[in-house]
């Protein structure tokens, strides 16, 4: 799949690194690995402002559409628009699951899951990885 925001391998651990991300952030985007639950520092976040990709800064999920899952992971019942983000099966494990991805760069962003709150009846299950907050 191409995406408006292509680059190498070599420049996204680059880019990554230039941000200051944490050295999961890499394997999360770029190769769909997880963080460990309740381990991300956005997790508990409860301040006001936007969700952003890590790798390309495309605002994804609006601080007002977070919630509490009790998953381990930022959790959202809907992203800021139908633009923000993409999603494919994924049947890697013993389940299929949705996967979440940046629609601007391809970042792996998460699962979503159909056992959210109203109004979408969705969970937006992200990594903390893979996202920056910008306050209000």
Same mark, same amino acid.
């Given at each position: *799949?191409?995406? +408006?925001? &292509?680059?190498? =391998?070599?420049?996204? +651990?680059?880019?990554?690194? =230039?941000? @200051?991300?944490?050295?999961? !952030?890499?394997?999360?985007? %770029?190769? &769909?690995?997880? #963080?460990?639950?309740?381990? @991300?520092?956005?997790?508990? $976040?409860?301040?006001?402002?936007?969700?952003?990709?890590?790798?390309?800064?495309?605002?994804?999920?609006? /601080? /007002?559409?977070?919630?509490?899952?009790? /998953? @381990?992971?930022?959790?959202?019942?809907?992203?800021?628009?139908?633009? !923000?983000?993409?999603? +494919?099966?994924?049947?890697?494990?013993? *389940? +299929?699951?949705? #996967?979440?991805?940046?629609?601007?760069? @391809?970042?792996?962003?998460?699962?979503?899951? &159909?056992?959210?709150?109203?109004?979408?009846?969705? %969970?937006?299950? *992200? $990594? /903390?990885?893979?996202? $920056?907050?910008?306050?209000?």
């Amino acid at each position: *799949m191409s995406y +408006k925001i &292509e680059k190498t =391998e070599l420049q996204w +651990k680059a880019l990554l690194q =230039e941000k @200051g991300a944490e050295p999961l !952030a890499f394997d999360v985007t %770029r190769h &769909e690995a997880t #963080e460990r639950a309740y381990t @991300g520092k956005l997790e508990s $976040n409860k301040a006001e402002g936007v969700y952003k990709c890590i790798c390309c800064e495309k605002p994804l999920f609006d /601080s /007002s559409t977070k919630y509490e899952s009790g /998953s @381990g992971w930022p959790s959202f019942f809907q992203p800021l628009d139908e633009t !923000a983000v993409g999603t +494919k099966v994924d049947g890697v494990l013993w *389940m +299929k699951r949705t #996967e979440v991805h940046c629609a601007d760069c @391809g970042a792996h962003l998460g699962h979503v899951f &159909e056992d959210g709150p109203a109004p979408t009846g969705l %969970r937006y299950c *992200m $990594n /903390s990885a893979s996202l $920056n907050f910008s306050p209000k």
